[in-house]
């Protein structure tokens, strides 16, 4: 047989087909895997960018927050004092 031409699946033994199915099998498995993965990266970066945000927006509330809960404190210092109470450490 002349090496330059290649093999139909009739002229193939059964290993040599078996061989010639399984690599390309693994070809289109792999093909499809990765075609499979891009979307999947796509989102892992968006749930990146959302956990971003969301940790900026946590950031900026316990800030007001912290105000909050400072100017409650000097409201109820400065009534304690109108009304007399002593003094906490």
């Known amino acids: 047989m002349d090496k330059t031409k290649q093999k139909t699946i009739m002229d193939m033994t059964p290993q ?5 199915l399984t690599a390309t099998l ?15 990266h796509a989102e892992i970066r968006e749930l990146k ?18 105000k909050v809960a400072q100017d409650h404190e000097e409201r109820i210092e400065i009534i304690e004092e109108h009304l007399g109470f002593p003094h906490k450490n």
């Open 49 to 66: 960018q959302d956990q971003e945000r969301i940790e900026r927006r946590l950031e900026r509330v316990e800030q007001k927050l912290d």
């Open 16 to 20: 040599e087909l078996s061989k010639s």
């Open 26 to 40: 693994g070809e289109v498995t792999k093909a499809k895997i990765n075609t499979a993965i891009i979307p999947v």
